[in-house]
């Protein structure tokens, strides 16, 4: 045995040294022009629906311009209008994207005290790390998508079954769970889809391992529903319920069903997602292969029979790929809230190659083993010549596009091969946690540095023929947006006008109105602006005509 945790440790789990280099990069990754990138994806909509509810002092009743916004429930808005101090002007990338950070770092701290147990209080940062580096966190993460806070949700109310299970407390483990269920649904409505099915077979297959109370359970279960009817209620006096429901769940589930979807959609759906999911995970996707290995395989079995806590991770991760398996039109990243207890897993295989394969080190060839050790291991040709290779490609790519900031990424990834290189250095040999993590690190890097930034000035771009368009803005008059503006252009609109921009025109008075040059309502107004492919008009609207 204490050879065994000899080899476990050593083998999945990083030096200090390098935990600390570990997350000082992730933060870098996290961190990197979160607050100068423009919007993406729908981040202009978050920000514009936290503004009209500053404006409208409306906090019940989410609305977007001007129409009742029924896609999400409330709570990432009321975070973002927290973080933004109320102040409309405030709302924008850094505050909405610092929340879905908090969160992933939150799920983190969370799924170490997940992996703590009696037998084992010291796990190590193996699963966070893997957690935080996989790329498709990385992709999300670093943007205000709901996909972080939502996984937040999950794993807190996941964590307090596991912890109130261990310490034999029921009302941690039925009642603080389903209270924090709450928060989830009011962040994205779906959140009982990811605990109620995995947790309530466990309980039935094993009442040992998992005891349940059905007063606690009761219990937690009407808290959970008065806290989300907390919001319910007052929402119902001034929007319809009906259609709020009928909204989200047809567009979470109904649209996605397999009875909703063509045969042929259905068939395609199934046969791509397990790929795209293995891509959303890449490097750690390759651990599966190590499944292939019996000795690894009936290593991790057994452990997973002997610990409910990793039963618990299995059954999460298998409910999970299977229900958006069978959802066509499901992406890869529904899955964000399954990842922090994927990555257990994952560890958890790394850790019997670790026992098995003599501290994980790589099963190659012995001449390949030797030539790996000699240029990584034994001195530092290896990790100079990456070393290299990076600063090559990153000075190509600043070669091709002049404008491309490549200091930062370029220090970034040459801190981690430098970090990298120390680790395989104390430990003599290189291992597959090494070789992932270090894999995982200077993906991260890449695409924080080199692939969001692209995309970041691509959008800037975009958004120029609205920045010109303001400026020729001065009066104080109702804006109106009509075709060919996109979400991230009115918000900026918004953000430098210090209002929300209107959708529909006021019956009477004079208006700006910008749209597309061939906006059919700009022949009501004088051409004040044209900045291809929009203009600006001022219009003089009399009695409603």
């Known amino acids: 045995m204490p050879a065994m945790a000899s080899a476990r440790n050593e083998g999945t789990n990083p030096t200090r040294m390098f935990l600390l280099a570990a997350v000082l990069c992730l933060i870098w990754i996290y961190g990197y022009r979160i607050s100068t990138n423009p919007l993406v994806w729908e981040e202009p909509r978050r920000c514009l629906v936290a503004m009209e509810m500053i404006e409208r002092g409306d906090y019940v009743v989410p609305r977007l311009l001007g129409e009742i916004y029924r896609n999400k429930p409330p709570l990432q808005n009321w975070l973002l209008v927290l973080f933004s101090g109320n102040r409309v002007e405030r709302v924008g990338a850094l505050p909405l994207r610092i929340i879905s950070v908090l969160a992933l770092a939150g799920t983190a701290i969370l799924l170490r005290s ?81 605990f109620y099915p995995p947790v309530l077979w466990l309980a039935m297959r094993s009442r040992r391992d998992f005891p349940f109370s059905l007063k606690a359970f009761l219990a937690g279960l009407a808290a959970e529903v008065c806290l989300v009817a907390a919001w319910l209620v007052p929402y119902s006096s001034a929007a319809s319920l009906a259609s709020l429901g009928r909204n989200l769940w047809s567009g979470e589930a109904m649209s996605r069903a397999p009875f909703a979807s063509t045969l042929g959609a259905l068939l395609e759906h199934l046969l791509v997602f397990p790929f795209e999911v293995l ?64 990555s257990v897993l994952i560890a958890l295989t790394l850790e019997s190659a670790s026992i098995e394969g003599k501290s994980g080190t790589l099963n190659l060839p012995a001449y390949a083993s030797r030539f790996l050790n000699k240029l990584f291991a034994e001195g530092w040709i290896g990790w100079a010549s990456l070393g290299l290779f990076w600063t090559g490609a990153l000075g190509l790519l600043r070669a091709m596009n002049p404008n491309l900031p490549v200091a930062q990424p370029l220090g970034a990834g040459l801190f981690v091969l430098a970090a990298g290189g120390l680790w395989v250095r104390k430990t003599s040999s290189l291992r597959i946690l090494q070789v992932l993590l270090l894999c995982s690190l ?84 004088s051409l004040v602006a044209q900045v291809p492919p929009l203009a600006l008009w001022r219009v003089d609207r009399e009695n409603g005509s």
């Open 114 to 194: 997940f992996c703590r147990t009696p037998d084992c209080p010291e796990p190590g940062w193996a699963p966070a790390l893997v957690f935080l580096s996989m790329g498709i966190v990385v992709q999300y993460g670093r943007t205000g998508e709901v996909d972080g806070l939502f996984a937040f949700w999950v794993a807190a109310s996941l964590w307090s079954f596991e912890t109130g299970r261990r310490k034999r407390s029921s009302w941690r483990q039925w009642f603080l769970s389903q209270v924090l269920l709450a928060p989830g649904i009011l962040t994205k409505g779906i959140s009982p889809l990811f």
């Open 279 to 342: 891509g959303g995970l890449l490097p750690w996707s390759g651990a599966a292969l190590l499944w292939l290995a019996p000795g690894i395989r009936s290593y991790c079995l057994c452990r997973i029979r002997e610990n409910a806590a990793l039963r618990l991770c299995l059954a999460l991760s298998l409910w999970g790929f299977v229900l958006f398996w069978l959802m066509p039109g499901a992406k890869g990243r529904y899955l964000i809230p399954v990842y922090p207890f994927l």
């Open 442 to 525: 200077l993906y991260g890097t890449a695409y924080a540095g080199i692939v969001a930034v692209h995309r970041a000035q691509k959008q800037g771009r975009s958004l120029e023929p609205v920045a010109q368009i303001l400026g020729e803005i001065h009066e104080d008059l109702p804006v109106v947006c009509g075709r060919g503006i996109n979400r991230g252009g009115i918000h900026l609109l918004a953000v430098r006008l210090g209002r929300v921009p209107r959708q529909s025109p006021p019956a009477q008075g004079t208006y700006y109105l910008i749209g597309s040059i061939s906006e059919p309502a700009g022949a009501e107004g």
